[in-house]
């Protein structure tokens, strides 16, 4: 259940030790609890909104808790959208906790997950998927996700799906019309003008609907898996492209027995590379065990660099096995020890040696190009990166998809209307305009407590 009248409160900052820790606390009697915890040169409740105030929290007995600085925001300038007011602490995680202590005496009551930014989207702070963005930017671990949860936060995506939408919407209003003059047999809207109208919102839904891959990319990164036989130079390529020596090399085959995932960042998108086991039969226990843990990672994986020894050539049979666990364009090959090999035709894929470094730029290339592709989203580009959006684009296309069956089949407008309909309401979900509170909780609910 959503309580938009209760007063909220919990730490902002992560549980530790630090310089600072701030409580946040929102809702229509911060202010009052605030004041009455607060001993400062005036009164919190006669101070005006955006200011900072210092002074000390005192517990109801008047004994000393700590010096504080307190901020206040007041409705509708806050980040809730209601009475804010932060209170900076010393860092010592026994200290917040006894300002919340004293916080929860007094008729507020700890926040839910994400329960800030909630009551900011519920008070029309923010629309749901820049709600979600929030989320995105506190848990961005490179460049290129915190530029694209930025650039949501911004309201590109939502800006782009409320045009769709209420496109969509403006016809619909139309066709509704038509039908409640049904029987006099006006035609408000033209039929191939219809059609041409939902063939244009198709058309910029599947834009949005292609950037899904760019935009996934960007947000999570890149699983890339390291694979192939015994020996080969996996792990010298993971320790290449690391500039560093993480993994144990040797001429012995099978040195890497478990999965080494370390992460590097690529013109700022991270790519999280998995060194495996070489593949190979073995009646070795955890040899065998390292061998399926190679094909797991394959499975997961988003790219694969399928790495092979020039002189020993290229194993089509592992290939094989490979295709069985992940598509075709998911496989860069790579051809290895070229450092070592005099032969003039060294065969297809890319040429490298991770021992000299010879041809690694051409992989990073290769690497950027099969996850990127020629992708070339500008920093204005509406991107999809969250696969509920992605999932509501899909639904929302289809009953366009719909709509266009029941146009050519001339059925009758109230079947357009509930497919258009459809469709709007599938749009609405992305921005929260249409929301069941099971979608909402579910969104919140991976928030952390504070937020
Ligand atoms: N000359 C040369 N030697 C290489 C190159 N890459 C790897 N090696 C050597 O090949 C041997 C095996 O390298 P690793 O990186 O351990 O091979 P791996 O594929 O991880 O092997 P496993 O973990 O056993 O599956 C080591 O002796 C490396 O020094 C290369 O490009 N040139
Ligand atoms: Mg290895």
Redesign the pocket.
């Known amino acids: 259940m959503i309580h938009l009248e209760d007063t909220i409160t919990a730490m902002a900052t992560p549980n530790g030790v630090g310089a600072i820790s701030i409580i946040r606390i929102s809702g229509n009697k911060a202010i009052d609890v605030a004041d009455s915890i607060f001993k400062g040169k005036m009164h919190i409740t006669d101070a005006n909104t955006h200011t900072v105030h210092y002074g000390k929290v005192v517990d109801a007995q008047n004994n000393f808790i700590d010096d504080v600085l307190l901020t206040i925001f007041k409705a509708p300038n806050s980040y809730t959208g209601e009475d804010v007011i932060e209170v900076s602490c010393h860092g010592n995680p026994l200290i917040g906790q006894k300002i919340i202590d004293l916080l929860l005496e007094k008729d507020v009551r700890i926040a839910e997950p994400g329960e800030f930014t909630m009551r900011a989207f519920l008070n029309n702070r923010i629309d749901l998927a820049q709600a979600e963005a929030v989320i995105d930017i506190i848990t961005s671990r490179s460049d290129a996700s915190l530029r694209g949860a930025r650039n949501q936060l911004d309201g590109l995506l939502s800006n782009s799906v409320s045009i769709l939408r209420n496109s969509l919407l403006d016809t619909l209003s139309f066709l509704e019309l038509e039908l409640d003059f049904s029987e006099e047999d006006v035609e408000f809207v033209a039929k191939d003008e219809l059609l041409k109208k939902i063939t244009l919102i198709i058309k910029k839904i599947d834009e949005l609907l292609n950037s899904y891959r760019f935009g996934r990319v960007i947000r999570d990164g890149v699983n890339v898996a390291i694979i192939g036989k ?1 020996n080969v130079g ?3 390529l ?1 320790n290449y492209l690391l500039k560093e020596s993480r ?3 040797s001429s012995t085959p099978g ?2 027995r478990d999965v080494i995932r370390e992460e590097i960042s690529i013109d700022g998108v991270l790519f999280k590379l998995f ?4 593949i190979r039969l073995s009646e070795d226990i955890i040899e065998k065990e390292g061998v399926r843990r190679s094909n797991e990672a394959i499975v997961n994986s988003d790219l694969v660099l399928f790495v092979n020894d020039v002189e020993q050539g290229y194993s089509e049979d592992l290939y094989d096995e490979l295709r069985q666990l992940t598509k075709e364009d998911r496989i860069i090959t790579v051809m290895n020890k070229i450092d070592l090999s005099s032969k003039s035709d060294l065969g297809d894929g890319i040429k490298i040696s991770a021992k000299t470094g010879e041809g690694i730029d051409n992989l990073i290339d290769q690497m950027k190009q099969s996850t990127l592709g020629s992708a070339n989203y500008s920093e204005k580009s509406a991107i999809v990166s969250n696969i509920r959006h992605f999932q509501c684009l899909c639904s929302a296309r289809n009953s366009l998809s719909d709509a266009i069956v029941s146009v050519n089949q001339k059925y009758s407008g109230e079947f357009i209307a509930v497919d258009l309909r459809n469709a709007a309401d599938f749009l609405g979900e992305i921005i929260g305009e249409v929301t069941s509170e099971d979608v909402l909780n579910n969104i919140f609910s991976k928030f952390c407590v504070g937020k």
């Open positions: 015994p996996k792990s010298s993971l993994a144990i090399v040195t890497t060194d495996t086991a070489g």
